[in-house]
């Protein structure tokens, strides 16, 4: 079985339902540093790093992963600190693409 990192996203419009709060608790423990939210429809993750140029080389890295997977956080920089927020807007809530770019992003080194 192919982890989540191994995945690719599926371009959903609204077609698909979003997972229960029940799902996303089971799927959010394979990753590392993420938290769900309480209602359970969005992930979130603060990073802190050396200084802003560290963090500016992070947050090009999760944008070109981003781009490839056609699935895009929302990215917060407060000079060191990026807060990265997974949602599927269309939907309304979290789907597989949130975790699989989650675990992607999880995968990024500098």
């Not at 192919?2 to 229960?20: F, R, Y």
């Not at 050396?50 to 895009?72: G, L, R, S, Y």
């Not at 807007?89 to 999880?106: M, P, R, T, V, Y």
Request: glycine residues 6%; hydrophobic residues 40%; proline residues 4%.
């Amino acid at each position: 079985m192919p982890t989540l990192k191994d995945k690719k996203c599926i371009p959903c419009e609204g077609d698909v339902k979003p997972l229960s709060k029940t799902a996303a608790q089971r799927i959010v423990g394979e990753l590392t540093g993420w938290t769900l939210a309480a209602d359970g429809k969005s992930l979130s993750k603060e990073m802190v790093f050396k200084d802003f140029d560290k963090a500016m080389d992070f947050v090009n890295m999760v944008a070109d992963a981003a781009e490839f997977e056609q699935h895009h956080p929302d990215i917060d920089i407060r000079y060191n600190k990026v807060l990265l927020g997974l949602s599927t807007h269309s939907i309304g809530g979290l789907s597989e693409n949130d975790f699989i770019l989650a675990a992607k992003i999880d995968d990024i080194r500098l």
